[in-house]
Nanobody, 114 residues
Framework: QVQLVESGGGLVQAGGSLRLSCAVSKNIISINVMGWYRQAPGKQRESVATITSGDSPMYAASVKGRFTISRDNAKNTVYLQMANLKPEDTGVYYC????????WGQGTQVTVSS
């Protein structure tokens, strides 16, 4: 059974930084795309950043220049470095892995206070 374990969420003041991690269990076959989504209260889940197996990243316009996605294929881990955080970045952040199918993490709360 594939498991995704997320960590790194928390409470931070506006302008601060956080780093999210998502580790995928070793029994996954091959990972194509890894990414992060978020869901704010009362809103739909939205894509934040994705990265392909060829290390090509894509970012939502709202986070471009502030967030950096990276992956360590040897560790089956994807990271999201978040800087200059804003209150509108608040939400539950979910890790997504595309392999033979889509796998989602359990979510980690990020709260940015003004």
């Amino acid at each position: 059974q594939v498991q995704l374990v997320e960590s790194g969420g928390g409470l931070v003041q506006a302008g601060g930084s956080l780093r999210l991690s998502c580790a995928v269990s070793k029994n996954i076959i091959s990972i194509n795309v890894m990414g992060w989504y978020r869901q704010a209260p009362g809103k739909q889940r939205e894509s934040v950043a994705t990265i392909t197996s060829g290390d090509s990243p894509m970012y939502a316009a709202s986070v471009k220049g502030r967030f950096t996605i990276s992956r360590d294929n040897a560790k089956n881990t994807v990271y999201l470095q978040m800087a200059n955080l804003k209150p509108e970045d608040t939400g539950v952040y979910y890790c997504l892995i595309l392999s033979d199918r889509a796998y989602w993490g359990q979510g980690t709360q990020v709260t940015v206070s003004s």
